[in-house]
């Protein structure tokens, strides 16, 4: 970071008002994966490669990026500006089962090097193939005017997405500033998603604005109409809530 931070917490605001554009849809897919999965799947009884860090695609074509080289492994939808934390579990017949923050299983590994993706189309399963190579899942450093203009472009995600305002609020310091600004991120991905659910203008009602903050802890809360959203630098990526946690807040739950 620059010397423009000082020790003492600062307050960043990003505030949109007077939204014109509704409706704002997530990033499309990096086009048709159709040839490239007839290839991969072609021959099912070959077992799957799983080096440190590759791009994978699933048998209903969701490409994704997986870096198992950090402590925590990392897994990123190339749909999608998120990046998602999973928790190592034991399986039987020495599997492992990688979960997401709230216990859900997302991936499951064979000692083999296979790979089985879960999501809400197939919560059975799906198998999954090598396609390529990938990049490391790293926070970035960010200047003071970058942070800023991640929570902006939050903030105005998130206000086209609920059709009124929508204030993001930080209180950031060196060391909590680029996972707050990718937290604004994740959480705008949130609010974007309960917008497309049948109840959620209901449940996003309950939101008038987002404020951020660092902890010891990652945690969410929502309270008087203020989404608090606590960010743990000291665990990187893994030190803030997902979006499906974000959503299951906002759902009470």
């Known amino acids: 970071m620059t010397g423009e931070w000082t020790a003492s917490r600062g307050a960043i605001c990003a505030a ?18 159709d040839r490239l999965r007839e290839g991969l ?16 695609v699933s048998e209903e ?16 939808y190339e749909d999608s500006p998120e990046v998602w934390a999973l928790a190592p579990n034991p ?16 991936l499951r590994a064979t000692r083999l090097g296979g790979f089985t993706l879960f999501t ?19 926070l970035p450093p960010l200047s003071p005017q970058a942070v800023f203009e991640r929570l902006a472009q939050a903030s105005l995600r998130a206000s086209r997405a609920a059709r009124r305002p929508m204030l993001f609020e930080a209180e950031a310091t060196p060391a909590s500033s680029a996972l ?3 937290a604004a991120v994740v959480t705008s991905v949130a609010i974007i998603r309960l917008s497309q659910r049948k109840d959620g203008r209901a449940l996003l009602g309950q939101i008038s604005r987002v404020r951020f903050q660092e902890g010891k802890k990652a945690q969410a ?17 893994a030190g803030r809530p997902s979006s499906d946690r974000l959503i299951k807040v906002a759902r009470g739950k």
Request: glycine share 14%; hydrophobic share 40%; net charge positive.
């Open 180 to 182: 707050i600004a990718d």
């Open 61 to 76: 074509g969701r490409v994704f990026i997986l870096d198992r080289t950090q402590p925590v492994t990392m897994l990123k």
């Open 120 to 138: 809400d189309a197939r919560p059975s399963g799906e198998a999954v193939s090598l396609a390529g190579g990938g990049s490391p899942l790293r």
């Open 221 to 237: 809360t929502l309270k008087n109409g203020v989404l608090s959203i606590v960010v743990a630098p000291s665990q990187g990526l």
């Open 41 to 56: 799947f072609r021959n099912r009884g070959a077992e799957i490669a799983g080096p440190p860090i590759a791009r994978y």
């Open 16 to 33: 949109l008002l007077g939204v014109a554009t509704l409706g704002l849809a997530l990033p499309a897919s990096a086009g048709p994966v």
């Open 91 to 106: 399986a039987p017949r020495g599997d492992t089962i990688y979960k997401n923050d709230l216990g859900e299983p997302v």
